[in-house]
């Protein structure tokens, strides 16, 4: 059982290396330049979706305009007599009527070339973001080669202590070593904690059944049923 533990232990330290460069802040930039990309797209997605409505507004006040200018024409045409009130009065409501749709279409084209302004600026923005977060990736992913290289001898040191120890392991407390951490579950044996009769899991602190006890006391472990961990019994205490 000593064999194991000390497996075990040489494991979490393999582990650790792992968790300390998963954790680094390399990695840190390098997720947040990943997160940086990706909302970039789904941001652009949006802008070209807003560019492609602000053209259609554009295409429809064209339609709109070339329609006005077209009544001017018409209006222009029309003889009137200038003794003719009622005439007059239709012709003056046509132009004001004209004159309006000219002043809706323009404050609607300020508003657009707003719009598009602001579009172009928060394309800019993006870009900027982005080509700024690349540069800091790039730096990031050198300066997390060299942190995985700084742990390499220490990873081919620990991993020649983990083949030499394994020889030394009985093949059926490997396997079940194995078994538990095939499902990546760290540390696969822990140890029962006992208090009086009540035996739990020293993983997960379920306490363990009766027909459980008497199989841990037989055979010296048991596989936890809540947390799949190997339960032992320390028999040098
Ligand atoms: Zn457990």
Same mark, same amino acid.
């Given at each position: 059982?000593?064999?194991?533990?000390?497996?075990?232990?040489?494991?979490?330290?393999?582990?650790?290396?792992?968790?300390?460069?998963?954790?680094?802040?390399?990695? @840190?930039?390098?997720?947040?330049?990943?997160?940086?990309?990706?909302?970039?797209?789904?941001?652009?997605?949006?802008?070209?979706?807003?560019?492609?409505?602000?053209?259609?507004?554009?295409?429809?006040?064209?339609?709109?305009?070339?329609?006005?200018?077209?009544?001017?024409?018409?209006?222009?045409?029309?003889?009137?007599?200038?003794?003719? @009130?009622?005439?007059?009065?239709?012709?003056?409501?046509?132009?004001?009527?004209?004159?309006?749709?000219?002043?809706?279409?323009?404050?609607?084209?300020?508003?657009?070339? @707003?719009?598009?302004?602001?579009?172009?600026?928060?394309?800019?923005?993006?870009?900027?973001?982005?080509?700024?977060?690349?540069?800091?990736?790039?730096?990031?992913?050198?300066?997390?080669?060299?942190?995985? @290289?700084?742990?390499?001898?220490?990873?081919?040191?620990?991993?020649?202590?983990?083949?030499?120890?394994?020889?030394?392991?009985?093949?059926?407390?490997?396997?079940?070593?194995?078994?538990?951490?095939?499902?990546?579950?760290?540390?696969?044996?822990?140890?029962?904690?006992?208090?009086?009769?009540?035996?739990?899991?020293?993983?997960?602190?379920?306490?363990?059944?009766?027909?459980?006890?008497?199989?841990?006391?037989?055979?010296?472990?048991?596989?936890?049923?809540?947390?799949?961990?190997?339960?032992?019994?320390?028999?040098?205490?």
């Amino acid at each position: 059982m000593n064999k194991i533990l000390e497996y075990q232990r040489i494991e979490g330290e393999l582990i650790n290396i792992d968790k300390k460069i998963s954790q680094s802040n390399s990695m @840190k930039v390098i997720n947040q330049a990943n997160d940086i990309a990706n909302n970039a797209k789904s941001e652009m997605k949006e802008l070209d979706k807003k560019a492609g409505e602000l053209v259609s507004s554009f295409n429809k006040l064209q339609d709109i305009m070339q329609k006005n200018i077209q009544n001017i024409q018409n209006l222009e045409k029309q003889k009137v007599e200038v003794a003719d @009130k009622q005439q007059l009065r239709k012709l003056y409501d046509n132009i004001k009527t004209v004159n309006n749709n000219l002043n809706i279409i323009e404050q609607r084209l300020n508003d657009i070339n @707003k719009n598009i302004d602001w579009v172009l600026k928060k394309f800019q923005k993006i870009k900027g973001n982005v080509s700024n977060s690349k540069d800091k990736k790039i730096k990031a992913q050198q300066d997390l080669e060299e942190y995985k @290289k700084s742990f390499d001898d220490k990873k081919v040191k620990l991993q020649a202590q983990l083949d030499s120890l394994k020889k030394e392991i009985p093949q059926n407390v490997f396997k079940l070593y194995q078994k538990v951490r095939e499902e990546n579950i760290y540390p696969a044996f822990v140890e029962a904690n006992q208090e009086g009769d009540v035996i739990r899991c020293g993983g997960c602190k379920t306490q363990i059944p009766v027909a459980g006890i008497n199989k841990l006391k037989n055979d010296g472990y048991i596989e936890c049923e809540r947390c799949r961990r190997i339960i032992f019994i320390n028999q040098d205490k």
